[in-house]
């Protein structure tokens, strides 16, 4: 049968050109669902010294419940999508305080917890407990739609629906942990997005897209994000070793890391048309505060964000008169402080090549 042929394949290839992952020598739910939220939407070279830190940081998800929320996002730092990071740090809480410390053993109660989502809770069931659930992500849609032919849109729920159900008949009974990973591994390293290795393929004789010509066309992703612009002005008050911070709140980017007093605006303008706008700057300037503004400008790229990013330093002789560090809503911190608080990769450079 074409689909026995399918998952046969898959498995003896993963045998033979699988990487050796530290999450993959494991059935401990645990750091497996670590690595998993670790490697989402970040590349395995990148999410690896991620991986080892966290480990090392919390051997167990008591540990990490245990963690302040501040050390956490510090060890996170860099990784992006600050979220994931949260949601982890909520997730070991409610394991320890309602599941003893203990993970849920099943599928549908893993889908239960805070930020474990439909893949991330098929991939623990699968990998620790060798449930038979399919794991579906951007690897698994790719091979799907390019073997299967399927040409509906992996981001419509009726393309969704179909992938999910030709997935979960695709896996072996009692092979759900090595299968899943085999065919998250064939679309990393054989059925890649760009260069797919057809030639050397143990699928190319079931391959529609192979067959047809297709591999560029497939998998159909037709909803684009737009990117939008945001153009950031930030007042960096420095008191000689120490500096005016404040933790970011809501539901912006980077919610919990750390950065300075922020304006932020439609375009880029200077720093005169700002200082006619902001209060705070308007203030800083009138108190003839020594002011330099950065001349680099830094960009910076997040999924659907792209940020041009601009400093203007204040150098300050004594205490910044109360209300107005009320206003720009900021503490102060020593220099030891900043660096260990968790901060936006771009701030953490900001201050590496113009403060420190
Ligand atoms: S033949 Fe090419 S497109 Fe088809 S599964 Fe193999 S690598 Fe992917």
Redesign the pocket.
Known sequence: MEETFFAEQIISWYLKHKRNLPWRSTEDPYTIWLSEIILQQTRVAQGLPYYHKFVTEFPTIQHLADAPADTVLRLWQGLGYYSRARNLHACAKIIVSEYGGIFPGSYQELLQLKGIGAYTAAAIASFAYNETVPVVDGNVYR?LS??FGIKNDILSSKGQKIFRELAASLVPEGKANVYNQAIMEFGAL??TPAK???LL?P??TM?Y??QHGQ?KRLPVKLKKTKMKHRFFHYVVVRQGDYLLMKQRMGKDIWTGLYDFYLIEGQKDISIEELTEKNDVLLQLIKQKKVSVEVPNTYKHQLTHQRLQVKFIVFNLQEALPDDISEQMQVKLYSFEDVRKLPKPILIDNFLNEQIF
């Open positions: 091979v390019r073997v054989q059925c797919p290795a057809c393929c699928l190319s391959c897209a192979f591999q």
